[in-house]
Nanobody, 127 residues
Framework: QVQLVESGGGSVQAGGSLRLSCAAS????????LGWFRQAPGKEREGVAS????????YHADSVKGRFTISQDNARSTVYLEMNSLKPEDTAMYYC????????????????????WGQGTQVTVSS
């Protein structure tokens, strides 16, 4: 069974940084897509960043572009989200997810395209 375990969340002040990690097991990262989503209370789940492991092609939402960076390890089974210049509006539960689709020119962006999800890790940014 596929398992995705997030870690690295916490509480920081605006302008601070955090590095999230998602370890995948029972799942091959090769030629798959791993992504990060976030959801704040009362808000829709939002795609943050994704990476197609077959080529390293990435997608970053406009709201985090230039501040967040998604990356993968050499085994392509672990995905990271480096978050810099954090803002209070970044406060949310962050989820790691995996999708079977994707290619070197397209990375799935919608939550409905991801079949597997982690338990989430909370990120809280105070002003």
């Amino acid at each position: 069974q596929v398992q995705l375990v997030e870690s690295g969340g916490g509480s920081v002040q605006a302008g601070g940084s955090l590095r999230l990690s998602c370890a995948a097991s029972g799942y091959s990262g090769s030629r798959k897509t791993l992504g990060w989503f976030r959801q704040a209370p009362g808000k829709e789940r939002e795609g943050v960043a994704s990476i197609y492991t077959g080529s390293g092609t990435t997608y970053h939402a406009d709201s985090v572009k230039g501040r967040f960076t998604i990356s993968q390890d050499n085994a392509r089974s672990t995905v990271y989200l480096e978050m810099n210049s954090l803002k209070p509006e970044d406060t949310a539960m962050y989820y790691c997810a995996a999708a079977a689709s994707g290619n070197r020119w397209w990375v799935p962006r919608q939550a409905s395209e991801y079949a597997y999800w982690g338990q989430g890790t909370q990120v809280t940014v105070s002003s």
